[in-house]
């Protein structure tokens, strides 16, 4: 398998729910990024992680957790959500020493927060 | 901080004809790069096309291709002999370093038969 792999596709949960965003990359990178993406607005960055290291975190609630225990896998941890959290969240990976390095994204998880 | 616009929200053409997207941005920097990015109705983001702020040649990848004004802060995508498979989203995105892609709102593209 190649790419990028996000999972579950799909997700509805509620605001009281716990779940995992689970993102999984097989190119060789050394950075993955989490972006949320909502209608009609630009993708927002959420957070950025090169080497296993947090080198980005754009002001987003606690209530979003990520974690990169090596650099194949990074997951978005979820708690307490609100409506408005409800959008296409995106998994990219990079090669990060590469200026240009396009990013490569996965599928996307649809969340809907009930 | 760069901003990205992209001032067409949507778009149609003609199956093969020829379309242009708009893309500007906001920068006080003088290296950067430049994508473009389609979303499919698959939802996975692609690359199109790159561009390297200090390269003047504008970049080609087939039937795509840009218009990039340095002067101007402006990069346009070009697509020759649309096709049915581009109808997609269309994301310009700006670039300092790989940890701080900036993207555009998007222009949803049909490609009509």
């Known amino acids: 398998e190649t790419g990028v792999t996000q999972t579950p596709r799909h997700l509805v949960m509620g605001m009281t729910n716990k779940k995992s965003l689970k993102c999984e990359q097989h190119l060789g990178h050394n950075a993955m990024y989490w972006y949320k993406q909502s209608a009609k607005k630009p993708l927002e960055l959420m957070f950025v992680?090169?080497?296993?290291?947090?080198?980005e975190n754009n002001s987003v609630p606690s209530r979003f957790s990520p974690e990169c225990p090596n650099s194949s896998h990074l997951f978005l941890h979820l708690h307490t959500l609100q409506p408005e959290d409800s959008a296409l969240y995106l998994c990219a990976s990079s090669q990060d020493e590469v200026p240009n390095s396009p990013l490569h994204f996965g599928n996307g998880t649809r969340l809907t927060v009930t | 901080a760069q901003t990205v616009t992209q001032s067409q929200p949507e778009m149609s053409v003609q199956e093969a004809e020829t379309v242009t997207l708009s893309c500007t941005y906001d920068t006080s920097e003088s290296n950067y790069y430049l994508f473009w990015y389609k979303q499919p109705p698959s939802r996975q983001m692609i690359l199109v096309i790159r561009?390297?702020?200090?390269?003047?040649q504008n970049a080609t990848e087939n039937r795509f291709s840009v218009n990039f004004q340095k002067a101007a802060k402006s990069f346009s995508l070009k697509i020759s002999d649309s096709q049915l498979g581009d109808t997609a989203m269309y994301f310009c995105a700006f670039s300092l370093n790989n940890n701080d892609m900036r993207f555009g709102a998007g222009t949803r593209l049909t490609v009509k038969p």
């Open positions: 992680y090169s080497l296993e290291e947090r080198v």
């Open positions: 561009q390297e702020a200090y390269k003047q």
